[in-house]
T-cell receptor, first 116, second 117 residues
Framework: EAGVVQSPRYKIIEKKQPVAFWCNPI?????LYWYLQNLGQGPELLIR????????DSQLPKDRFSAERLKGVDSTLKIQPAELGDSAVYLC??????????????FGPGTRLTVL | AQSVAQPEDQVNVAEGNPLTVKCTYS??????LFWYVQYPNRGLQFLLK??????LVKGSYGFEAEFNKSQTSFHLKKPSALVSDSALYFC???????????????FGRGTQLTVWP
């Protein structure tokens, strides 16, 4: 079974430029998560989807970040415009249930963003 | 608020020796606890989880974790460390709230484990 796929793996951009990250979850997983991992820190949730619906986006900086999961499968996370402080690893994860307590989240390899 | 503390930034052990990576948690409700491992330039890999039942949880790659409710701890252990176990280990607690934050994981800062030959 294929794991969570993310692309690109690495991205270097100039500040104020837009950037987008793509995630394909494990087949059949209804719940999708985007996390931000700063250097030396644990991941922090940005947004959680159940199918197409964003059910937990309270930690997403909506002035510059946006996300979508149009058909309830793939998801895209966008930053526009990027700032120096956005340099981090962006992780996507998926789980099979509707965020149930016993669900295990499976993570992709992440996208390492560097903003110059 | 839910939180996890990993009191050691680094743990160094010799190959063949037992290892322990410490984790304490704070949660308002039943704790649902997870351990993940992260290798360089890789995502997080699931090791094990505690939901309910036996306090000793067995997971992948020979790892196990002991849940201790009175000490609010969930330490990761392995009887005999391998050089290949060297990686960054994260403890996480699940938000037990049934509202919008259901399913949110709160991670510790991570513990770098180094196993030397």
């Amino acid at each position: 079974e294929a794991g969570v796929v993310q692309s690109p793996r690495y991205k270097i951009i100039e500040k104020k430029q837009p950037v987008a990250f793509w995630c394909n979850p494990i087949s059949g997983h209804n719940t999708l998560y985007w996390y931000l991992q700063n250097l030396g820190q644990g991941p922090e949730l940005l947004i959680r989807y159940e199918n197409e619906e964003a059910v937990d986006d309270s930690q997403l900086p909506k002035d510059r970040f946006s996300a979508e999961r149009l058909k309830g499968v793939d998801s895209t996370l966008k930053i526009q415009p990027a700032e120096l402080g956005d340099s981090a690893v962006y992780l996507c994860a998926s789980s099979s249930g509707a965020g149930a307590f016993t669900d295990t989240q499976y993570f992709g390899p992440g996208t390492r963003l560097t903003v110059l | 608020a839910q939180s996890v503390a990993q009191p050691e930034d680094q743990v160094n052990v010799a190959e063949g020796n037992p290892l322990t990576v410490k984790c304490t948690y704070s949660v308002s409700g039943n704790p649902y606890l997870f351990w993940y491992v992260q290798y360089p330039n890789r995502g997080l890999q699931f090791l094990l989880k505690y939901i309910t039942g036996d306090n000793l949880v067995k997971g992948s790659y020979g790892f196990e974790a002991e849940f201790n409710k009175s000490q609010t701890s969930f330490h990761l252990k392995k009887p005999s460390a391998l050089v290949s176990d060297s990686a960054l280990y994260f403890c996480a607690v699940r938000d037990p709230d049934r509202g919008s934050t259901l399913g949110r994981l709160y991670f510790g800062r991570g513990t770098q484990l180094t196993v030397w030959p």
